[in-house]
């Protein structure tokens, strides 16, 4: 079985059109990157230049004296500014981004960063305390379900703590970034939709049903189609992360998610790294999903082009299906609702699933993966179906 | 050739498909929203196409002296005293009171349709030798728009890509080649017939649009000069909007023709109709997509320039999206452009004709995307009211919270709402909610009881409002009636990290004056009116379109004032509305039977039957004493 996958997936990769594809797609995502850090990064370099340095300095364990050069620093800037005495000259000396103003922008957004983070555990204490009142008064009224409710939220919040102070910029932009998405699902299509369809249309099929290995190999030719997905994913999503990682010196992998203040009230309690694999695989997943509607109705005709143009509707209708309509079952359904899967972890939501309180998260996720069982299950099915029409 | 076009046509049946794909046309031409035809245009059709009558065409001396003398009269109109003081001391008479009102608001509408004239005036009076004044919405949507043809897309590949595919897929290319004129000859032929069909499918696509823009808001003054419509204000060229639509269907042909030559040559070397077609798309969406906001969507020579077209016309666009600066797209580059497709069609048809006539050729497959994503790369596509005063049973204002037996809503000293038990004192914080700031006025900003059930309402002027029912026997919350929106600007929205806009919102802003519910009906008092909706079906009815001036609500009526302060009583059941003949009232209370109202004229309170009959002064009534009991 698997020389079977092995040459299946030899199959799928020996397209030089795929290959050129992949390499090219490739490299315009490090472009896109890169165009998007010059669009911030290059316009303002002398900035961006202190900014790095600056937080690579006072990154790390909290530290009383980081703390306190930065609160210093950021007073003197202060200080200047407010008595309007700076000069509007470039490159002044003493300063770390060429200017007084510069340097008080920067050491504000520190400062506040700084603090916002300090405190936490106490933002979130006060927040787990609040849920702790609120389920009691709850359980007073016999409201069960908003009781559970808050003893999840209670729970969620509880003992949370940021031992660090990292730079979070790269990451949240990192976590922003989706081309590569696009170039992901420009990829997959040409590569899925002859993956059943090609059989037939070189009269292949006739000698492979006669093969005693022929129901093997459409369930070998489907697990191919799923490691092809994820080879290609994987390639995408981590040149995303190395390029990220050089580019925006991005550092603080071991810190808790809800350090980046985009998910300061995440329900999520795991570490930035553990969050890159998770959205990684929620990604992936999506891709399998897409992948195999693709495979199904590449199983289903003779023809090449009709299982990439119904894929290519397919995809394009869920994306705009994603974009534009905001109906909680069609997001539950629609497994793109996964590629930008970081608005599922940001804030608190669940769902009452018989009065009880579920996390809305983990409703596309589990209708994903229902999704993903039931095409490739009808696509081995639908290719062997084929198999005993034929022999009828 | 007459052969191919026999097969394509009558065969393959190309005629039936290019009339769907005309269908499909007119289907998205109607269902599409058109972003550069100004909707103030059709709002105000009656007025604007009167004015029109008079203004269409060059500026004269006469046309300057009509818009200052209808400017001049809509200023007077606007200027009419409606203040009440006038008519409460016998000034003036009610007739007259009426009259004036009604001339003001006639002058409001006046003023907003006249709004559109005057910006034309301001564009005509820049360059009155080529600015006329015209009704410009019908050209604008056939000749202004920038969205990509889909639907002429689709038809060329379904069209053309088979004419070569399938002589391969089909093994019928072996027998071809062994015939005398099956090699360059019959691909020439071929590409001929796709060169025509590709010219065919243009010209009766766009007649599609012709015809439904004639007929939908009409083509008129089609010889003035093209700088009279907005978008082309700043068009380098001096032709007549007749001249730009031609030139613009010339655009299209050539496009056409351009894509079909790329998808013909596609399927020669590539022999599969699937590469052909992804290649084929690839060529015209990537730059579609990256250069979304570029010029460089115009002058790279692909298809793509030439299937919008507009933007030739045009003659500007900003050298970054968002930019100030402009860079303009010369006739000459034009031609340029023109120029080097021509050459590159050429050089199709060449690489075509040498792959479809079996001679090796050296040109790896592979060379072809390579040269598009190069192509890509070499461009740079990185540059890419407060609440009014509101009387009745439901009433805003904190002092006069609706209470039941039990309870009522307050604000305690922090300014969270709350619930306060009459018999144990006890205050409960309305809404549970650990994320939300309590104190947030804008949370339960209004409140109306019914039985157990407090319907609560949550207002952030300028996007959202909803109103939420929370059960106050164990504090459960449902949401049962939400309006979201945004300001009437476009919005620059994210897809896969690519900038795209979401269409106008039209929507204006509606401040929720008060509400009330009863049988899981909601009236609403709105900015804009007054509605009903029904919680159960969603249905929406509109009461009053304009903003009631004061207002109450019964189980069985709906009571309010007009802007010239008369009472109007609409019936729920019978959803009828009626002016009652009480006067002009101040204020007005209303219980089931009838109304408690405050005569404008004398200030003193009368009852009144609910159908306006019986008008019985009430001596010594006081307003305060009155609430209290009914609070009560």
Redesign the interface.
Known sequence: MRRIIFFELKKLFRNRLILVMLVLLSILNIYHIYSEYARYVEKEKSYYDAYFNVYEDVSGEWDTDKIKFVVAEYEKAKAIVDAGTFSTEPDQPGTYTGYIFGDYGLFEKIKTEMDTLYHYDDTMAELAQKAADNAAFYQQKGNTYLMKVNQKIEKAYQNRNVSAFYDTFGLTEYFKYDFSTLLILILLIPLLSPLFAKEHEIEMYGLLKITPNFRKMSVCKVLAGAIAICLVGIVFLLEDLLTFTYLYHISGFSQPIYTLSAFFYSTLNVSIISYIVLNAALKLLGFLVLGGVCMFVSSLVKNEILPFCASFAVTLILVLTDAFIEHDLVSVLNPVTLFSNGKLFREFQVTSIFETPVYTFSLPIAAAVLELILLYTLTIFTSCATKRRQRG | MKYELYKLFVKRRAWLLILIFMALRLITVFLQPNYVMDYRMEMYHDTYMEHMKVLEGKLNDDKAAYIAEQNRKINELLKQDTSVEAYVSGEITEEEFNERYRQRNTGYQQQDAFEVINEQYQNVLQDPEHVYFIYSNGWTGLIGNEDLDFVLLILLMLLI?PMICNEF?TDMYSILRTTPNGGTRLFVSKFAVGMITAVLSAVLLFAVEVIYFAAACGLPGGTFPLQSLAPFANSPYQISIYGAAALTLANHCFGAMFMAALLMCLSAL?R????A??IGT?CVLLPFILFSESIMKYVFPTPLGFLLSCGFLKGYFPVTPFSSQFVTITPKQYISTVCISLGLMLMLLLIGMIAFGGKKIRI???LA??LC?TF??LTG??N?SPAPDFSGFVYDKWSYQPVNEEFSVVRDENNVACISYTKSGEL?PLI?D??TDQTDLNLASMTFVDGETVYYLNQYQNYHYEIIALDT????ERSVHEVEWSDNTEEM?M????GFYLPKKMQQDEVVDSFFVHDDQLFLSKSNGIYWYDLNSDRQICIYDKKADDLAFTCSAVYYTDETLDVYRYDIKTRSAAKLPIGKTERFYAVENGLYCKDLLDGEFYFVNADGSQKERIPNFSEEHFLEENEA
Do not use: E, N
Not at chain 2, 272 to 275: A, G, H
Not at chain 2, 473 to 476: I, K, N, T
């Open positions: 890509v897929s590539f599969r109709s699937l590469s077609i992804f690839t790896k497959k592979t995307p390579v994503i890509v790369f596509c990185s890419k409960v549970h650990c994320f026997r164990d504090f459960s929205d897809l896969f990290g690519l």
